[in-house]
């Protein structure tokens, strides 16, 4: 088990450290950010030495070098836009985005779980219908499009909910919900088949001719085997909801790292870029370890390899 | 001597886009303290059918049992309510099926498979628990078992895995003890001893057994009584030493002619002229006409069971009185 933690580990350092250098060229490639600080009228002379000032005049091995070595110490530069320190605006979004993450997260396995398992359970019923139609519409309507629908209408019209902003619980609602919605039905649909498959196998026909109560052979046997192929695409489902964050938080103005990702591409601010990617790179990485670790957890043959 | 178990006239329908089967047609059979019984026939006979609706656990929603008695200790157990027959099974109904490599879990260790129904059958709890479920591996000639509780089914040989499910059908211990097919998938060395192990643990709990198999030889080692099922019904059933050496139904006869005479290497049964019958297209006779040499005009009505000697019966139109 140890080892299979230290070998995750360091393949996820390796995929950092190449996202790192693709981050670092693609900052570059988005055009020159100098024209968008710099006046209108800014002379040669003035785009020379700001260039000096702000370190773009090194050599691209140099500037990379120094900008990953000081990245490892939480140091990603100064924002060009905002003329303070990266670290400080990392810091004051990320905290809103983990929180909103993990209220989406919340929220879907709560709303998943019961759902996905009751599907299978009851297969071909009104509950299984239910449960279809949620996954269709989850999977089919754009999350940008929900979003707006949800701010148009329960926000705006009705009035019942904050269509922005992050000042109460209330707020947490409606870009939880949106952010949500998409795992909720990819994490459901999982669940209702891999149930199903399990409860038709060997071992839970032997657990109920053991006379194991139904609730435990479905929540019990059954379920743990079920979560195998979940835990498997829980990754991949986070990889999901941190890109599709930048979205939410754009159009409820949620004050996280998308909304800081978002507004630093538009303004090729590119220590900013470089700082959310890799931050975020590096949570979705953690995310990653933490999920293969579960695996190996549920699933005793990888634990102890075939 | 008073029967452990006393099936009559059990009835088991499957619902299917075919139509609906009668998987079990009126099954009637009786068995007593440590007595074994074979239940041999071609696969898709209902011999599984017939098991599973022993303790109601019949594929649902499109298999039901729609009529008979399931008498245990004069219990009939169809009457039962879902809850009490839940304790009903493994505790004094216990089964073990075919494939030993898919019917333990695989994400919970050998430990928490064998202590769950002792926890449930005999509240025990902690240290105990342990030691009893020590004791049941060991029961079952499973070596250290104290180590193996720790273990997981992948990590145990099929013979291994198998035994862990022996010991846990002895857990109750049962009353009676259905195994369908259980060393159909075992090499045949293991499955000698896996036999061996079976009847050793009905002599010492005394019992009843069902033993459902494709293969005559081992009947003829292991099962006191034989019933042969063919379409859902029991065509013949009697003492083991008379089902094979005066069989009565043609079917029983080709049973027994298609073991090959040569040494007890394939003991299977191997085919037998014509088409096994379609269960969903029965006609009203006897469902073994089309196949049968000695088939005439009476067959087309289907035959009813005739006694035949002591415990010896038959259905067929040839031993049918006047
Ligand atoms: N889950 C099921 N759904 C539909 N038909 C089934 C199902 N299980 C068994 N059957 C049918 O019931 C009949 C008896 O099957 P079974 O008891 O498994 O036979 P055996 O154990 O003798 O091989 C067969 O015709 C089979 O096709
Ligand atoms: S009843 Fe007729 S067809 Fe059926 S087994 Fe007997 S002789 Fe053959
Ligand atoms: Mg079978």
């Known amino acids: 088990m140890l080892r299979f933690v230290v070998f995750r580990l360091l393949q996820s350092l390796v995929a950092l450290a190449i996202l790192s250098v693709v981050v670092f060229i693609l900052a570059r490639a988005t055009g020159d950010p100098l024209h968008m600080i710099l006046p209108m009228n800014a002379s040669e002379e003035d785009y020379a030495n700001a260039r000096q000032y702000l370190g773009l005049d090194r050599p691209y091995v140099e500037q990379y070098l120094s900008f990953v070595g000081r990245a490892v110490i939480g140091d990603f530069g100064n924002s060009i836009r905002a003329r303070r320190p990266v670290i400080e605006l990392l810091q004051a979004r990320l905290p809103y985005s983990l929180k909103l993450a993990a209220f989406a997260m919340v929220v879907s396995l709560a709303l998943a779980f019961p759902l996905g398992v009751m599907a299978a359970v009851h297969k071909g019923t009104g509950v299984d219908r239910a449960a279809q139609i949620v996954a269709i519409l989850g999977q089919s309507l754009p999350t940008f499009w929900v979003s707006i629908v949800l701010v148009e209408f329960v926000a705006g019209r009705l009035q019942w909910l904050p269509a922005g902003g992050a000042d109460s619980l209330a707020s947490y609602v409606l870009p939880g919900f949106t952010l949500g919605w998409f795992v909720v039905a990819g994490m459901m649909r999982l669940l209702r088949s891999g149930m199903l498959e399990v409860l038709d196998s060997e071992y839970v026909k032997l657990a109920r001719l053991k006379g194991v109560a139904e609730h435990r052979v479905v929540w019990v046997h059954a379920l743990k085997n079920a979560l195998i192929p979940v835990v498997t695409f829980a990754g991949i489902y986070f990889a999901i909801l941190v890109t599709t964050a930048i979205v939410v938080e754009t159009v409820f103005a949620w004050p996280g790292l998308g909304r800081l990702a978002y507004d630093g591409i538009t303004s090729r601010d590119f220590p900013v870029i470089q700082a959310v990617v890799l931050t975020t790179a590096a949570i979705v990485a953690a995310v990653n370890l933490g999920v293969d670790c579960l695996y190996a957890l549920i699933d005793p043959r990888i634990r102890y390899g075939r | ?322």
């Not at chain 2, 609706?53 to 009939?76: F, Q, Y």
């Not at chain 2, 099974?89 to 064998?114: E, T, Y």
């Open chain 2, 1 to 322: 001597m008073s029967s452990v178990i006393d099936v009559r006239d059990l009835r088991t329908h499957i619902v299917t886009r075919w139509g609906t089967i009668k998987a079990v047609d009126g099954v009637s059979f009786a068995l007593g303290e440590a007595e074994t019984l074979g239940l041999v026939g071609e696969s898709g006979s209902g011999k599984s059918m017939t098991c599973l609706s022993l303790v109601r656990l019949v594929p649902r929603p499109a298999a039901r049992i729609v009529g008979g008695e399931v008498r245990l200790d004069g219990e009939d157990l169809l009457a039962k309510s879902d809850a009490e027959m839940q304790q009903i099974r493994g505790r004094k109904v216990a089964m073990i099926l075919q494939d030993p490599m898919s019917s333990l879990n695989p994400v919970f260790s050998i430990g928490m498979q064998m202590r769950e129904p002792l926890a449930m059958y005999h509240r025990l709890r902690g240290a105990a628990v342990t030691a009893r479920a020590a004791e049941l591996l060991a029961a079952v000639r499973i070596p250290s078992p104290e180590t193996r509780l720790r273990a997981f089914p992948h990590q145990l040989s099929g013979g291994m895995r198998q035994r862990v499910v022996g010991a846990m059908a002895i857990a109750g211990p049962p009353r009676l003890l259905i195994a369908d097919e259980p060393t159909t998938s075992l090499d045949l060395t293991i499955q000698a001893q896996y036999l061996g192990l079976l009847k050793e643990l009905q002599q010492r709990h005394r019992f009843a057994m069902i033993f459902v198999t494709h293969n005559l030889g081992i009947v003829a080692r292991t099962c006191d009584r034989v019933a042969v099922m063919y379409a859902g019904r029991i065509v013949e059933i009697g003492p083991v030493r008379r089902i094979f050496t005066e069989p009565a139904h043609p079917y029983t006869r080709a049973l027994l002619e298609s073991i090959p005479r040569f040494g007890a290497r394939r003991e299977r049964l191997t085919a037998i002229a014509g088409q096994p019958p379609d269960l969903a297209s029965l006609g009203a006779g006897c469902a073994f006409a089309p196949r049968c040499p000695a088939a005439f005009e009476r067959c087309a009505t289907a035959p009813s069971e005739t006694a035949i000697a002591p415990g010896h019966a038959t259905r067929c139109w040839l031993h049918a009185r006047a």
